[in-house]
């Protein structure tokens, strides 16, 4: 099943701070966060493995609670080159494939 | 060292035509998934393969779609009798480890098809 993020989309202004959820209703062994600008490629931002794992790279940072199949991802003093499409991808462990959100779209205004 | 290359980037076919999308990986990746994308939404897992073993095929929607990966390296997604709503971006993605759940993958540019 498809994992659910939240908000669809948000507009922040440079500085301010954002979060992004994403859900799953099967178990997860691994979350997997992504930044996708406008025609160009996903790009790797950070995974989180099952243990309630908190990642950080330097401004942006994020947890997995794995008993609640939840991640979050943290974006403290959002700078104008955090705007893009986020996509969390999960993983249950077995061989099967990663599974994307539908995005949540993040608007950074000067 | 270069990243992921797609060829060719852009593809517009006759429906009904048999098409093949071929991806180069980063030197020396072992895993390589193939992944289909609509606009405005996220990835949709197709394929994989670590070397030249398909792991999960799960993800094709139909027979029409196959992928191989014979030597381990170079890849080709192919879409027989190809139908309007196959149109889409269709990505690959490299990583240097083998499995989904801990590798960081890298995306190439993809391939845009559009069937008339």
């Known amino acids: 099943q498809q994992p659910v993020q939240s908000p669809q989309a948000v507009i922040l202004r440079e500085g301010e701070d954002a979060v992004i959820n994403c859900s799953s209703s099967?178990?997860?062994?691994?979350v997997h966060w992504y930044r996708q600008k406008h025609g160009e490629a996903p790009v790797f931002l950070m995974i989180?493995?099952?243990?309630?794992e908190q990642k950080g790279h330097e401004k942006i940072s994020a947890s997995f609670n794995e008993k609640k199949q939840q991640s979050s991802l943290y974006l403290t003093a959002s700078q104008l080159s955090y705007s893009g499409t986020y996509f969390c991808g999960t993983a249950g462990g077995g061989a099967d494939g990663l599974t994307f959100g539908k995005g949540t779209h993040l608007i950074i205004q000067p | 060292g270069a990243g992921v290359s797609q060829s060719p980037r852009y593809k517009v076919t006759k429906r009904g035509q048999d098409v093949a999308l071929r991806c180069d990986p980063i030197?020396?990746?072992?895993?390589l998934y193939w992944y289909r994308q609509a606009l405005g939404q996220g990835p949709e897992f197709l394929t994989y393969?670590?070397?030249?073993?398909?792991?999960?095929k799960s993800g094709l929607p139909n027979d029409r779609f196959s992928a191989e990966r014979p030597e381990g390296s170079i890849s080709t997604l192919t879409i027989q009798r190809t139908e309007q709503r196959d149109s889409a971006m269709y990505r690959c993605?490299?990583?240097?480890?083998?499995?989904?759940?801990?590798?960081?993958?890298?995306f190439g540019p993809g391939t845009r098809l559009t069937v008339l």
């Open positions: 099967k178990a997860l062994y691994s």
């Open positions: 989180l493995l099952k243990g309630g």
């Open positions: 030197s020396g990746h072992v895993s």
């Open positions: 393969f670590n070397y030249e073993a398909q792991q999960d």
């Open positions: 993605a490299s990583s240097s480890r083998q499995g989904i759940a801990y590798n960081e993958q890298f």
